[in-house]
């Protein structure tokens, strides 16, 4: 079975630039998440997808963040304008429903110079 | 909010048996698991207890659950070099449908041959 894949694995930008990340997650997989892990800290939830539609995106700075799962299959996360402070891993998951056990990508590494 | 705890490092003998401890807050947690990311690589599910157990014995994986001091440790027997990375305590909270998984920062276990 194919894992999630993840791209592009790293990206360099400068802030104020606009960056966006792919996920595809397992097939059949319903729900989607998107989590920000900084250097030296856990990862944290951005955003969680049931199928095509939001969840919880209570921790999404919805200002310069966005994240659409059309078809409710692939996503995509999207900064616009970039910060210094969004340099981190952004790592993606997948589980068959929720609550169940959660398969995560190998995550985009951006650095915001 | 659930607050995760875990000690920053660790350090043991190749051989020896490594714990890793990790505190929580919230009583309300179903499921409470251990993932383990190594350098450059996204998480990988090693082990996860039901909040209704105790115990869990998987190989070389021993995890304990202290609920009513909501304390999780995992025991690794034998600690090999290929151990070495960073664990991670998470705490699933079941709250109104979506189910996030909060992260503690990461215990990075050092095996030293």
């Known amino acids: 079975e194919a894992g999630v894949a993840q791209s592009p694995r790293y990206k360099i930008i400068e802030k104020r630039q606009s960056v966006a990340f792919w996920c595809n997650p397992i097939?059949?997989?319903?729900?989607l998440y998107w989590y920000q892990q900084i250097l030296g800290q856990g990862p944290k939830l951005l955003i969680q997808?049931?199928?095509?539609?939001?969840?919880?995106d209570s921790q999404l700075p919805k200002d310069r963040f966005s994240a659409e799962r059309l078809k409710g299959v692939d996503s995509t996360l999207k900064i616009q304008p970039a910060k210094l402070e969004d340099s981190a891993v952004y790592l993606c998951?997948?589980?068959?429903?929720?609550?169940?056990?959660?398969?995560f990508g190998p995550g985009t590494r951006l650095t915001v110079t | 909010g659930e607050d995760v705890e875990q000690s920053l490092f660790l350090s043991v003998r190749e051989g020896d048996s490594s714990v890793i401890n990790c505190t929580y807050t919230?009583?309300?947690?179903?499921?409470l698991y251990w993932y383990k990311q190594e350098p450059g690589a996204g998480l990988q599910l090693l082990t996860y207890i039901f909040s209704n157990m105790d115990m869990k014995q998987d190989q070389r994986l021993t995890v304990l659950l202290n609920k009513k001091d909501k304390h999780l440790s995992l025991r690794i027997a034998d600690t090999q070099t290929g151990d070495s990375a960073i664990y991670f305590c998470?705490?699933?909270?079941?709250?109104?449908?979506?189910?996030?998984?909060?992260f503690g920062k990461g215990t990075r276990l050092s095996v030293i041959a």
């Open positions: 919230d009583s309300s947690s179903t499921y």
């Open positions: 998951a997948s589980s068959l429903v929720v609550g169940d056990e959660q398969y």
């Open positions: 097939s059949g997989h319903a729900t």
């Open positions: 998470a705490d699933l909270i079941p709250n109104s449908g979506n189910t996030p998984l909060v």
């Open positions: 997808f049931q199928n095509n539609g939001v969840v919880d």
